[in-house]
């Protein structure tokens, strides 16, 4: 009997270059090429021409850091966007749509399949991530002449970050039977359940440095030179005119938050090859 | 005559149902073998199985000599199959999916592209080669599921229902595309629901409900037995002794 010896790296490589074809002429696509441009353009009309004068009032130095870093607080609901969109049907379509039936015929591992399409949403995240960037850089240069140090740094960091988040989401879509609902509960893990334990956590002045989304203050802080350490501010307070309040400000720590990030991204990785293999198509 | 497919005891159970029961079937090479039985007999989950789509519960399947089990992969590349009603990425088109699938065979770009002009012709879907397949309609897409079944010349075909949602025409065409190849000496597992198209195909056949084998034999064997040639009075006959 004659058997065939499969080059399993460029079986890897075509399911990546599938998964692209498949993205590039997918409808999400142009949703996300919108969304990335619409929205550092929205943020350079309406902090020069609309709420400039707002903006000085709250920033006592309107430079570039501090423009910059308007623009790069979006990068953290890009991400997530981003992730829901490419990520969060990546391990239940063939299982809801049916193409598993004609796919997982195919002598290619499971594990195989979901490294790839993880690489493949890694690949378009992170453009869009750099597209970002890249408008962002554009706009600064415009307003300032210039763009502030670490871009290169903070771009790194928010595609670490949305690699992460890209796992968490992995993860989801390998306990769930429908993208509907792990996208559901995507959007209730970040938006809701962290952001609250997150608030909270604060207020109690304990840094939440385990969690994806208080460790991309990274992305953020590194405009910052010197890198900013915990502080404690007082703001005028909201509730009694006059008077003032005292606020912690925790800042996540670089090696930590970049740890943090790989760590969800193993974790992530290692339940959705768990539960992905087990799926069945019956 | 060796055997190009071997079930022993097959058996897989979804919590308290047995869909599959100590399954053991014996497929000839050569053969076009029909695996006949009423909705819920146990026909496409045994395909399933043997396509690595689920997991047996207990139980050995091999294509000639390659545990399907222990060795998925391997089996794989023996077999061509059409099961469920296929579904394809609606924005590629036949040419890349079938490009796609034969780069997952290991097939080389020669190959892959002779292959695939050789069989959207053979199925009909020639003009269609380059059009999205989200314009399809359910005939085209089983068109081309058969088309990826031979894409990469298995010695054995496992087909599921293959001629569902065709027009009589088209079964008619498919159904002379099985003929040839049972011709060129391929294996073809066969189940349907359609007695007439498993008369005209098949030579052998096997009767299953409730997850078993009640009866496998050639053609010529079954009718001498039955003392009939109406393969539908058999099959009813079957079915009615096995229900009481």
């Known amino acids: 009997m004659k058997r065939t010896k499969i080059n399993r790296g460029k079986q890897f490589q075509d399911v990546i270059k599938f998964e692209l074809i498949k993205f590039l002429r997918s409808r999400k696509i142009r949703a996300a090429l919108i969304l990335t441009a619409t929205v550092p353009l929205l943020i350079y009309l309406l902090t020069n021409f609309v709420l400039d ?16 870093q308007i623009f790069v607080n979006f990068v953290l609901t890009l991400s997530l966007v981003n992730v829901i969109m490419f990520g969060g049907d990546s391990l239940t379509n063939d299982f809801e749509n049916k193409t598993g039936y004609t796919l997982f015929i195919n002598p290619i591992s499971r594990t195989s399949f979901l490294f790839a399409k993880f690489v493949a949403a890694s690949i378009a995240i992170t453009s869009f991530n750099i597209m970002f960037y890249i408008l962002a850089s554009i706009f600064s240069y415009a307003k300032h002449s210039a763009i502030p140090e670490n871009v290169l740094l903070s771009l790194v960091f928010a595609s670490l970050f949305s690699i992460g988040l890209l796992s968490t989401s992995f993860a989801l879509s390998s306990l769930f039977k429908r993208s509907n609902m792990s996208n559901i509960a995507f959007i209730f893990l ?38 900013p350490k915990d ?41 959705s090859v768990l539960f992905y293999k087990r799926k069945q198509l019956s | 005559m060796s055997n190009a497919i071997s079930i022993k005891g097959l058996t897989k159970t979804f919590g308290d ?22 909705n819920g007999a146990g026909k496409s989950t045994t395909l399933k199985i043997l396509t690595s789509l689920i997991k047996p519960t207990s139980g050995e399947a091999h294509f000639f000599n390659i545990n399907a089990l222990e060795e998925p992969h391997e089996a ?37 592209s002779r292959n695939s002009n050789k069989f959207l012709k053979l199925v009909g879907l020639d003009n269609w080669s380059d059009k999205k397949i989200g314009t399809f309609s359910r005939g085209m897409k089983q068109r081309l599921a058969i088309a990826q079944a031979l894409l990469h010349e298995p010695p054995i075909l496992l087909l599921d229902e293959p001629t569902f949602g065709l027009d009589p025409r088209g079964m008619a065409e498919i159904r002379n595309v099985f003929k040839d190849l049972t011709k060129e000496g391929k294996t073809i597992f066969f189940s349907s629901h359609l007695i007439g198209e498993i008369e005209e195909i098949c030579d052998t056949l096997a009767i299953i409900d409730k997850g078993q084998v009640l009866f496998s034999d050639t053609m010529k064997n079954i009718m001498k037995k039955f003392k009939t040639d109406d393969l539908e009075e058999i099959y009813l006959k079957t079915i009615t002794e096995s229900v009481r």
């Open chain 2, 17 to 38: 149902i047995t869909a599959v029961d100590n399954l053991t079937l014996d497929v000839p090479k050569g053969s076009a073998f029909a695996f006949l039985g009423p």
């Open chain 1, 53 to 68: 004068s707002f903006i000085s009032q709250i920033y006592s130095d309107s430079g570039v850091v501090n423009d910059y």
């Open chain 1, 231 to 271: 502080s404690v501010i007082d703001i005028p307070s909201l509730l009694v005119p006059g008077q003032s309040q005292t606020i912690v400000n925790l800042i996540p720590e670089i090696n930590l938050s970049i740890g943090v990030f790989l760590m969800y991204t193993i974790i992530g990785l290692m339940i």
């Open chain 2, 76 to 112: 794989l590349l023996q077999i061509g199959a059409v099961v469920e009603s296929a579904e394809f990425y609606p924005s590629l088109t036949p040419s890349e999916t079938l490009d796609y699938f034969g780069r997952l065979r290991g097939m080389n770009s020669d190959k892959i």
């Open chain 1, 190 to 227: 970040w938006f809701i359940v962290m952001g609250l334990i997150e608030y909270f956590l604060v207020l109690a002045e304990i840094k939440p440095w385990w969690s994806l989304t208080y460790a991309a203050g990274i992305i953020i802080y590194i405009f910052e030179v010197p890198y």
